[in-house]
Nanobody, 123 residues
């Protein structure tokens, strides 16, 4: 199995940027598709972005399209989420997830999850 650890969260003003990292260990990271999800207080888990094997396929939730960019560096066993033009509505715990077989917007697809990193956007 693969272990995932997120980092890079914090407090930022609206309009600012953050880059989240998802560091993997335990298995060959390039064998896994990676998704980012977020959960705001009192709300359900929400899909943010996903990236396939080799990084050639990516897709995004409409709410973050053109503001967020997902990427991966398999040599560093790390996936990233670059977040620009942040809004107060982006405040949430951000979690990365990985799966060997599927690339999906559905959280039920992913077998492995990190603990999450808090992102707070002040208006």
């Amino acid at each position: 199995q693969v272990q995932l650890v997120e980092s890079g969260g914090g407090l930022v003003q609206a309009g600012g940027s953050l880059r989240l990292s998802c560091a993997a260990s335990g298995r060959t990271f390039s064998d896994y598709a990676v998704g980012w999800f977020r959960q705001a207080p009192g709300k359900e888990l929400e899909f943010v972005a996903a990236i396939g094997w080799g990084g050639t396929t990516t897709f995004y939730a409409d709410s973050v399209k053109d503001r967020f960019t997902i990427s991966r560096n398999d040599a560093k066993n790390t996936a990233y989420l670059q977040m620009n033009s942040l809004k107060s509505g982006d405040t949430a715990v951000y979690l990365c997830a990985a799966d060997r077989l599927e690339l999906s917007e559905s959280d039920g697809t992913y077998d492995y999850w990190g603990q999450g990193t808090q992102v707070t956007v002040s208006s």
